[in-house]
Every structure is written in structure tokens, then in C-alpha cells.
């Protein structure tokens, strides 16, 4: 995921949770830009695996990241984007220094990533607790068919949310693992039927991101083995048994042999052949 940032501080710091996301001026788009020179669909947020790219839709006034116009860049924390007149700051989910970026406060949250639902987030309150399912008394509501009325009990747990089934038809999965009642991190992955939710905190976003980049950009080259010397020795080649010098001939004695055995086994057939006429 990203945080964004408007430089001029339009509003506060927002998270991009969609794998595709669109900005534009057009009321459509994801994050829409009423200022003038911003195109209808300015540019995508693409997301993947790991990475976050920006991707410049042939907008006229160009998408620039850094200063420099790009038509598809990986986003990292501390680049600047400007597109048209706006001018946005990718923060870093770990700076607790950001104005905005981090705060004690800030809720937990549960992100589809899957079926209909895919990108849609949802709120836990650091206090109190809060029951999801398909009936409208509840919380969270999801009118999905594979839901019960009140499927899952969730709550803020000192660092943890803790899960709890509400003895449902199809059940609840931590991490693809049946649970009644299990606490749940950072990053885990909460299945219920059909529907996958990411969870995701604010500790566990910070320490994901500083992780990843200890190990891209601080991480040693990789050490290359010693190359063993060979020895100097005469290759001994390997012949298939089919090559003329590695199949053993036969005599002169042989072949003379394997003659006047034809030729008896051709005067018998004859002989034969014959006797068989006369009769």
C-alpha cells in the first residue's frame, strides 16, 4: 500500500489501498483533481507484488516524479509527484516524523483483496468491538450470501485485533487456518468463505516497509564461490558404442563362418522347396 501526501496540505495524508487506481478531474476517479491543466484521467496508480507504479496515461501536461517526466516509475518513500499544478510527497509508513503519517490513534483496518470486495476498506476502532456480517444490526454489513447474520467478533487487542467466530455456518480462517477465537497481525490474512481481508495495522505496515528496505538496498552482494582449478591433465574422450572405433569387427575366419552357414541354411530351403513340389 501508499500513503500520499498533498504538498499544499489540501487534506490530510490518505492511503491507496486499490491495485489499480485512478486520478484524474473526472468525477469518476479514484482520487479526482478539479485543478486546471489536470487531463479527465490523468494517470494509474499500479500496484503489484511489492511495488507501487506511477503510469502517466498520455496526459498533456505530463506526469513528473522528482522533476522528471516519466511515463511509468516505481514509487518509493520521499519521491515527489507532480501532475499538472499538484504537487503530492509519498510517505513513509515508518517516519514518525511525518506530520500526518503515523499516529497512536490511527485504527486498524481490513482490506478485500478478493471477489466483488477487492479494495474496499474497513475501519476496526481502537476501542470497543465491532461484529461483520450479512444482517443490517451489524457494524460491518456484507451482503454476501456465504456470510451469516453475525459472522466474526472483531476487536482492538493491545497490539493485536483479536478474531472471534460467532459460530458461523462456513466459518473463519486465519491465514487459511480454521479459528474460533486467535489474535491476528499486521499483515495476516483473514478468510471468511469466499471473502479474503488483509489486516492491517499502523506497527505492522512500519515494520513490513523497513524491513523491505534493508533487504533491497542495504543487503550484501552475493558471494560468488572460488573458482576450483582444473587439472592439467589429458581429456579422456567417451565414445558411443555405435562409433566405427569403439565396436569390435569380425575376423576374416568369422565372416567365411557366417558365408557357408547361409549358404546351408539357402540349400536346405531348396531341398525343402523342392520335395514339397514333387509331392
Known amino acids: 500500500m501508499l500513503k500520499l501526501q498533498f ?6 495524508p490518505f492511503w491507496v489501498v486499490e491495485k489499480l487506481y485512478s486520478i484524474g478531474s473526472d468525477a469518476d476517479n479514484h482520487l479526482v483533481l478539479p485543478d486546471e491543466g489536470i487531463a479527465p484521467l490523468q494517470a494509474r496508480l499500479i500496484a ?13 501536461s505530463g506526469c513528473f ?3 522528471q517526466r516519466i511515463t511509468q516509475k516505481e514509487l518509493l518513500p520521499g519521491d515527489e509527484i507532480q501532475l499538472g499544478p499538484v504537487q503530492l510527497e509519498v510517505l513513509d509508513p515508518g517516519d514518525d516524523t511525518h506530520p500526518g503519517s503515523h499516529h497512536p490513534t490511527d485504527p486498524w483496518r481490513l482490506v478485500a483483496s478478493g471477489s466483488w470486495l477487492a ?6 476502532p481502537n476501542e470497543g468491538s465491532v461484529v461483520l456480517g450479512r444482517s443490517n444490526q451489524c457494524d460491518i454489513v456484507i451482503p ?3 456470510l451469516s447474520r453475525r459472522h466474526v467478533e472483531l476487536r482492538v487487542q493491545g497490539g493485536s485485533l483479536r478474531v472471534k467466530d460467532l459460530d458461523s455456518v462456513n466459518g473463519t480462517y486465519l491465514n487459511d487456518r480454521p479459528v ?12 471468511l468463505d469466499v471473502y479474503t481481508f488483509k489486516v492491517v495495522s499502523p506497527v505492522g505496515d512500519r515494520q513490513r516497509t523497513r524491513v523491505r528496505a534493508t533487504s533491497t538496498v542495504n543487503s550484501a552482494p552475493p558471494v560468488r564461490a572460488p573458482r576450483v582449478p582444473t587439472e592439467d591433465k589429458p581429456r579422456r574422450w567417451k565414445l558411443r558404442p555405435t562409433s566405427p ?3 569390435q569387427e569380425p575376423t576374416y575366419r568369422e565372416q567365411r563362418q557366417e558365408r557357408w552357414l547361409w549358404l546351408v541354411v539357402l ?13
Open 180 to 191: 474460533t477465537d486467535a489474535l491476528a497481525h499486521g499483515g495476516d490474512q483473514l478468510r
Open 144 to 146: 454476501g450470501t456465504h
Open 245 to 247: 572405433g569403439n565396436r
Open 119 to 124: 479494495g474496499q476498506s474497513y475501519v476496526i
Open 7 to 12: 504538498k499544499d496540505q489540501r487534506q490530510p
Open 267 to 279: 540349400a536346405a530351403a531348396a531341398l525343402l522347396i523342392g520335395a514339397f513340389y514333387w509331392l
Open 65 to 67: 516524479v522528482n522533476g
Open 48 to 60: 503489484t507484488a511489492d511495488k507501487i507504479f506511477l503510469k502517466d496515461n498520455n496526459s498533456e
